[in-house]
């Protein structure tokens, strides 16, 4: 098993340059753990003062279902490729969930661990499965379908926007 923490403390930047998305959307927080096409750990801090907290239900804050959904996505996403980050390696672009569960809240203070494993990849797409634990307590879990992309694909894409 490769145990790798790249200065976890200090990769959000990386991560954000790696996955193209940026705070407030990045919502994963640190990279704990990461074996290349087998299993990758984050983690999520649980901030009260996160912007969610401070309008999804005002007087009880809750993290969004949608938002444990992305968190847990952008975690699957780190499995193809993710190499402290070279212009040429592979995304993977969210297509759909096929599965989804939602099995406790997650409320302020904690930390949201993610652990997401592949179902099945092949050369273009790929079948990831994420859990979500606060503690030793399942707060989620979903399976996820991914399209793998590269930048040319971005450049080629024929569609108006």
Request: one cysteine or more; a positive charge; glycine letters at 4%.
């Amino acid at each position: 098993m490769t145990k790798r923490s790249h200065n976890s403390r200090g990769n959000k930047k990386k991560l954000a340059q790696y996955l193209g998305i940026e705070p407030p959307f990045l919502i994963i927080d640190e990279l704990i753990h990461h074996q290349f096409e087998k299993r990758v750990e984050s983690l999520v801090y649980l901030d009260p003062s996160k912007w969610f907290f401070q309008c999804h239900f005002v007087n009880n804050p809750l993290m969004p279902g949608h938002l444990i959904s992305e968190a847990m996505i952008q975690t699957a996403s780190l499995l193809i490729g993710w190499e402290e980050k070279s212009k040429k390696e592979p995304h993977s672009l969210y297509v759909t969930s096929s599965k989804t569960s939602f099995l406790k809240f997650v409320k302020p203070g904690g930390i949201m661990r993610i652990v997401a494993k592949p179902v099945k990849i092949i050369s273009f797409a790929a079948i990831f499965s994420a859990k979500a634990y606060v503690g030793k307590n399942k707060v989620a879990d979903g399976e996820f379908i991914s399209r793998i992309i590269n930048e040319k694909h971005f450049k080629n894409d024929k569609r108006k926007r």
